[in-house]
């Protein structure tokens, strides 16, 4: 199997199986929602940050196969980790689809399927929508603690 093929499992994989998809009602999570207008994704992201650390990332979205099957990998990866780490993970993975040098030690596994991206900028946005919403998320929920 190629690489690109491999790849290409993760993304149709989330896609057809997402998961931590389906918002909840819970005054503890913060939540952003962003819209893509390019290309119509539309995506929410909730998080619920505890003594540093994320205990839960939920979304819920609709949009192309690479917008909704990078929300369902972003989940899997930011969930569980300590609000640091989640930072840290978040800005590999932007200097991944960019196609800069990223430190493969904190980033691997499965969000490497968005390395092809960076051959298409126009898809770039939505490799990344739901991240970004993550990423705002987390610091509304950092600067609340303090
Ligand atoms: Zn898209």
New binding site residues.
């Given amino acids: 199997m190629k690489i690109e093929d491999l790849y290409r499992e993760v993304i149709l994989d989330h896609y057809k199986n997402p998961q931590n998809k389906g918002l909840i009602k819970d005054e503890r999570y913060h939540e952003v929602h962003l819209f893509?207008a390019?290309?119509?994704?539309d995506v929410i992201v909730q998080v619920y940050v505890n003594n540093k650390r994320v205990e839960d990332v939920r979304y819920e979205g609709k949009?192309?196969?690479?917008?909704c099957s990078s929300a369902s990998v972003m989940t899997t990866q930011i969930k569980n980790q300590t609000l640091e780490n989640a930072f840290i993970i978040i800005e590999e993975y932007f200097k991944l689809v960019k196609g800069e040098a990223f430190n493969d030690k904190i980033l691997n596994g499965e969000p490497l399927a968005y390395q092809g991206v960076t051959k298409f900028p126009a898809?770039v946005?939505?490799?990344t929508?739901a991240w970004k919403a993550c990423e705002t998320a987390l610091k509304e929920a950092e600067n609340e603690k303090q």
């Fill in positions: 893509n390019s290309c119509g994704d949009g192309c196969s690479i917008c898809r946005r939505c490799a929508i």
